[in-house]
């Protein structure tokens, strides 16, 4: 296996405590969420994530962020994605809960909800209809492909849009409250359900969820207050991709982007000066487009909504991508005292991530070939510091997921 040489960054702020909601964390450095389809086909989080969140709760203070995770079947639309709506769901999760706060780690869960990124095909197999803010296709093939199964895109009602708020609801309850997170997570970025309501480009509805900035935000902003309502404002944040282009979003060609995303900060700020303060907001970086690299970066950046928000703030993308970009790594943290940096690709190949950049240990290299795969190999089998790596032959390499019971 591969290494990537690192810098120690133990003497640096990277490394100083910071307060985020009620919790303190010991490193600025976080688990970014990562969809891995390692669950078993009912949803429910595996054995084998299990061990995969264990493996990286392994410095203590620190957080992890779960993958992308369904708040119900409606939201769904691949399979061997984990839930949280049922009870065996939220059993399963509460005992990986409770094996990374064994660790002394922290734990958020990201609630999500495809909308129209979902696939027509599988969602006409579960008996599922095929949703979103209108009927404006992702793509000519996501057309194609729901006209094929007799499942056209359609815009949920009024109604159905009130049970989606519901459906959040109980699922961060079932995070908080039975699962036992310490967060969640609003996933209202890189084109889906939310995002697709908040952006023109993929919502022309003419009632009061359509139209002006404050129509299109209310999906998320009801969502928002919804799920602090019934956990806490402190144990919930949200996440957005302003520049993101990732599920057919306009990104920098979309002029509505700053005026956009300055109205919703601005109201997720009037909510903290109110005493409701979201525990984070989580940004994408222009830098990257779902789980690849972009040049989107060249003309745009996150560093105004600073200017608006002024709570913490959780910055994703390229940190650690190709190679650890330390100095920028270095420049936003310092720029701004309230940053958590999110890493995603080296945090998955290196389960002693933290370690290793606090005490400038060399880091394994990632295989993208074993990113969306379904068994433990790329998943449960990176090595920590000082051990033999697994080899692709190797039966640890070779388990499939099962069943927590």
């Known amino acids: 296996m591969s290494e990537q040489e690192t810098q120690a960054l133990g003497q640096t702020k990277a490394f100083e405590p910071i307060k985020v909601g009620t919790k303190e964390l010991s490193t600025r450095l976080v688990l970014a969420p990562l969809t891995r389809y390692r669950a078993v086909n009912d949803h429910d989080p595996s054995d084998l994530s299990l061990e995969y969140y264990t493996q990286r709760a392994q410095y203590k203070g620190s957080l992890l962020t779960t993958e992308a995770t369904f708040i119900s079947e409606e939201a769904g639309g691949y399979p061997n994605v984990p839930g949280l709506w049922s009870d065996t769901q939220t059993k399963a999760w509460k005992k990986i809960v409770d094996s990374v706060h064994s660790k ?11 909308g129209r990124q979902a696939d027509p095909e599988y969602l006409s197999t579960q008996k599922l209809p095929y949703i979103s803010a209108s009927d404006i296709y992702m793509d000519d093939a996501s057309k194609e492909k729901a006209l094929k199964f007799n499942n056209k895109q359609r815009g949920l009602t009024k109604a159905e849009i009130k049970q ?25 970025a890189n084109g889906y359900l939310i995002d697709q309501f908040l952006q023109p480009i993929s919502n022309n509805r003419k009632d009061e969820y359509g139209g002006s900035v404050e129509n299109r935000s209310r999906f998320l902003l009801e969502v928002v207050d919804a799920v602090c309502e019934a956990v806490g404002s402190s144990k919930v944040s949200v996440r957005l ?8 979003m306009g990104g920098q060609d979309d002029p509505n982007i700053i005026p956009t995303y300055s109205y919703v900060v601005s109201e997720l700020e009037k909510r903290r000066r109110k005493g409701n303060e979201l525990a984070y907001i989580s940004l994408v970086e222009p830098r990257v487009s779902g789980d690849n690299d972009t040049d989107n970066h060249v003309n745009a950046n996150n560093d105004w909504i600073l200017l608006i928000w002024k709570g913490i703030v ?51 290299a990632y295989n993208r070939d074993t990113f969306y795969t379904r ?16 080899s692709d032959d190797d039966p640890r390499a070779q388990r499939d997921s099962n069943t927590i019971v």
Not at 319 to 329: G, H, I, M, Q, V
Not at 340 to 363: A, C, E, M, Q
């Open 104 to 114: 002394g780690a922290l734990f958020n869960a990201q609630l999500w909800n495809l």
């Open 241 to 248: 991709s302003p520049w993101g282009t990732f599920g057919s």
């Open 375 to 390: 068994g433990s190999l790329g998943y449960t089998t990176y090595p920590n510091y000082g051990e033999d790596a697994i």
């Open 164 to 188: 989606h708020v519901e459906q959040y609801v109980k699922a961060a309850k079932n995070a908080i409250n039975g699962a036992g997170f310490d967060f969640v997570e609003v996933h209202a």
């Open 314 to 364: 959780l910055r994703t993308g390229g940190f650690a991508s190709t190679t650890p970009d330390y100095k920028r790594l270095f420049d936003t943290i310092t720029i701004n005292d309230r940053t958590l940096i999110g890493i995603g690709r080296y945090f998955l190949s290196n389960p002693d991530f933290i370690t290793k950049v606090h005490d400038g240990l060399p880091l394994n």
